[in-house]
């Protein structure tokens, strides 16, 4: 690479860490914003700085949010009953988009990889079961002895269709029997291999429709 001034240099590598961008891409990005006028750099760097402040965690689901319960998990007008297993908040963000599912979500933070070193206790799996059974134990009261022969919770299975993601998911369904719920997995029309967060709207919209039990 041209010997560029220090901090030319380190603004490109720092923008080569990014996800799909490479080194030329980096130096492209570098140049724009050192043509640009200074005001957008100050807003930029802001809104940069803002975003890691002020963003939160949910407790409920562990999708991201400004408070500590996001705004999905605080709305009495969806179905807190259907919960929809993603691997990372962006699953969220593109199911959210179809504008169909009206349950809530719960974010495990990535997928069960040995070669990653990524066991079952780095992601929020006891939280999903505890969570579920707590719902389950809540609804029973409520319902009273006609609930038997009915499910009272759906979970449903929404890792990506890679060899991860579905060993993820046979995991979790392993850890919620016992339970009286419905466990689906979405899948027809997902190329395997693909990531949710690729998928166009309408593949999405048909992987969640046609979602099988599990
Ligand atoms: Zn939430």
Known sequence: MAEFPKSIKN????????PGIGPKGATRLVFYLLNTPKAY????????????????????????????????CNNDHRNHRQI?????????MAIENIGEFKGVYHVLGGVINPLDHIGPDDLKID????????ICEEELKKMGEESNNCYIVEVILATNPTMEGEATALHIKKRLEGLNIKISRIGSGLPIG????????????????GRRDL
């Open 194 to 209: 693909a990531d949710l967060e690729y998928a166009d709207q309408a593949t999405l919209c048909r992987a969640l429709d």
């Open 41 to 72: 750099v100050n807003d930029l760097s802001q809104a940069l700085v803002k975003m890691k402040e002020e963003t939160k965690i949910c407790q409920k689901c562990f999708s991201v949010s400004e408070q500590n319960i996001c705004s999905i």
């Open 11 to 18: 603004l490109i590598d720092a923008f080569e860490r990014l």
């Open 127 to 134: 939280e999903l079961v505890n969570r579920v059974r707590t």
């Open 84 to 92: 929809c297993v993603v691997e990372r908040a962006i699953d969220v």
